[in-house]
């Protein structure tokens, strides 16, 4: 093996000996000269209705299709696909719930639970391209109800249960929703999140909505509305609701969800993703990169609510006949070896999940996960954020008993899938996803477009087309060439900065634009601004991120009263709080300052580098725009 710079960790002989993949570069080589064969190759191994005419469509970019003409059903591939084969009989879901109690679900039963779910949709009047939004916590229903949706042609749009009442409403509004489906409540903590009531608010601004599907979790009594909302166990368990459900032969290009994410404006936006490419995307990437077998007991501890959990909890696992496994509760509660002992429990194989989680769990000390056997680990995931060298190693030695490479994953809501990540035979180094996918065309470029030289800072740009990539901003074409294909014209714009030193490999930097990862979730901090000024005191606020030991990333604001407010401890905890019931409690700020003026540019911008560089007192940089 080809001997790297830096601190570098080649894999075992045991893992090269199992690795699907044993010569990356041979696999690269393949896919980056023969892009269109690697991917066709690779959606020839599931199943087609019929086939297509092209497997990519560049004659309209940067609306890129892939698989034109053809017909599928990724939720046919995820579940049908498996019950002619000994698979059928197989596990495709283990879940535990934060009180202890277990479900599990075989192939055969979850295709019988999804036509369930399905026909329920379709007995409220759910027809093929109307959207339904979810809202709830971890449990089965949410991607029973998210495959449900793909099997009739429906388009699912996720809200995270830890989002509150404008960020639901928002998002239910924008995507015009037919149908909510929400949870009773969730367990957190071994609190409930009165996720319904939330609901009941953010509804009675949503003029789209026609039913509301509620799924009993913690049986606490909520308002139900005459003639709208419905028990979902009521309506699964009517003698009409057949068991069978006819799969919808959806085109390739067909929508399969949108997902809300945070970018520079105030307002999030709906990344779209359809059928056909989605599926080739987390087919491919989950299969080389997580190099899955039957024997594996797959856990993605991220929520099905963020792009992790559609790609890697729902699609991508089931996709490769994996088994799976979902908790719902937090990592900690009620003790810090919640993780671990289910490791044991169900003897995990490969454990995926976020640096804050990691940095979260290793605060308690070694001795909580070294109480329990988590032998059964072959492999590591890591996703959401730049993962520190400290926690990396911590992972790799104290969980994975220097035996379990670290597999990186750095990708997007909108890229749908893996877009730098490595495979378990490829050497790494703490810090870093490695290199691109096979096949993916990646470069880091200056102000002008031009490649920087190895190790320079530079911003991330991806050089070609992907099967999984997004297809559109929702009801919003133009911002998307706006956002990602017009600041280097053929070029996608990652709104990341990175550097790639001399083998090749890629460090990740940070963003680049008004977008703060907390905890490894996205948030803009427009969104944040937005909801102080929607605040009867504030007149203006500016939201800035400054290191956190555990979240990556803390929220400080910086707010101007109107005139006649009085400063006090009580208005800023009140402000606070505002914003947690706003957009929800991962965007509450870490402190409210009160100030007299912002930093702004001549143009009326304000310039958060200036708030950012003060606050850490180092120099500003260039002012020269900055307003008298
Ligand atoms: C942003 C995308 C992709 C699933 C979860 C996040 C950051 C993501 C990594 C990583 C360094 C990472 C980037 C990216 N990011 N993974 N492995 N190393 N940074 O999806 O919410 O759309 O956020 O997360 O900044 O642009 P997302």
Redesign the pocket.
């Known amino acids: 093996m080809k001997k790297l710079t830096g601190e570098v960790y080649y894999p075992s002989e045991k893992t090269l000996d199992n690795a699907r993949v044993k010569n990356w570069d041979e696999l690269n080589k393949f896919a980056t000269e023969n892009n269109t064969e690697f991917w066709e190759k690779e959606a020839n191994e599931l199943e087609w209705f019929s086939k297509w005419d092209k497997v990519l469509d560049d004659s309209n970019k940067p609306f890129y299709k892939w698989f034109t003409g053809a017909k599928t059903n990724i939720a046919y591939n995820c579940l049908d696909r498996h019950l002619h084969t000994f698979r059928k009989n197989k596990v495709a879901l283990y879940w535990e719930g934060e009180k202890g109690d277990c479900r599990v679900f075989s192939y055969f039963a979850l295709h019988r639970e999804v036509s369930k779910f399905a026909n329920v949709l379709k007995s409220l009047g759910v027809n093929k391209g109307d959207r339904v939004t979810f809202y709830m916590g971890r449990v089965p229903e949410l991607p029973i109800g998210m495959l449900a949706c793909a099997r009739i042609g429906a388009v699912h749009s996720v809200v995270y249960g830890g989002f509150s009442v404008e960020s639901l409403h928002e998002r239910l509004e924008d995507s015009h929703s037919k149908v909510l489906v929400v949870s009773d409540g969730a367990f957190q903590r071994g609190k409930i999140v009165p996720l319904k009531a939330i609901a009941d608010e953010a509804l009675q601004r949503a003029a789209s909505v026609e039913s509301v599907l509620v799924i009993k979790r913690t049986g606490e009594a909520v308002n139900m509305e005459e003639g709208r909302d419905f028990w979902y166990q009521d309506l699964v368990n009517l003698p009409i609701i057949n068991a069978k459900c006819p799969v919808e032969e959806v085109d390739s290009e067909d929508p399969l969800f949108l997902l809300y994410?945070s970018g520079t404006t105030g307002k999030p936006k709906a990344i779209l993703h359809t059928q056909g490419g989605y599926m080739v995307g987390t087919y491919s990437t989950f299969k080389y990169v997580f190099d899955v077998n039957d024997e594996d007991r797959y856990w993605c501890a991220a929520d099905p609510g963020?792009?992790?959990g559609h790609s890697y909890i729902v699609y991508g696992p089931l996709l490769n006949g994996a088994t799976s496994f979902m908790y719902e509760g937090a990592p900690n509660y009620p003790f810090p070896n919640r993780w671990w002992q289910m490791i044991e429990k169900y003897g995990i194989t490969i454990l995926y999940t976020a640096p804050t989680a990691i940095r979260g769990l290793m605060r308690f000390g070694d001795a909580w996960p070294n109480r329990h056997d988590l032998s059964s680990l072959r492999l590591l995931g890591?996703?959401?954020?730049?993962?520190n060298p400290e926690a990396w190693k911590w992972y790799h030695r104290v969980i994975g008993k220097n035996n379990c490479p670290i597999m990186?994953?750095?990708?997007?809501?909108?890229t749908g899938a893996f877009i730098i990540a490595p495979m378990p035979s490829v050497p790494l180094k703490p810090g870093s996803?490695t290199r691109p996918f096979p096949g993916i065309i990646m470069d880091i470029v200056d102000e002008e477009g031009t490649p920087v030289k190895a190790n320079e800072e530079g911003y991330l740009v991806i050089k070609n087309p992907w099967p999984s990539m997004m297809r559109t901003i929702y009801n919003d074409p133009d911002q998307y060439i706006q956002k990602y294909w017009s600041k280097y014209p053929g070029m996608y714009l990652?709104?990341?900065s990175a550097r790639r030193d001399e083998d090749g490999y890629y460090w990740?930097i940070?963003?680049t634009d008004d977008v703060l990862?907390v905890s490894?979730?996205?948030l803009g901090t427009a969104e944040i601004e937005s909801a102080l000024v929607s605040h009867h005191s504030v007149a203006e606020a500016a939201a800035i991120g400054l290191p956190h030991e555990i979240k990556g990333n803390a929220i400080h604001t910086f707010v101007i009263l109107k005139a006649g407010v009085e400063k006090s401890e009580e208005l800023a905890n009140e402000l606070k709080e505002h914003v947690a019931h706003e957009v929800g409690k991962i965007a509450k700020p870490e402190d409210v300052k009160f100030v007299d003026i912002l930093p702004k540019t001549r143009s009326g911008k304000i310039m958060r580098r200036v708030l950012k560089a003060r606050a850490l007192g180092q120099d500003p940089g260039n002012l020269s725009t900055l307003e008298e």
């Open positions: 994410t963020w792009v992790t890591s996703v959401g954020e730049p993962i990186d994953t750095w990708w997007q809501t909108e996803g990652t709104g990341d990740i940070g963003r990862k490894g979730y996205r």
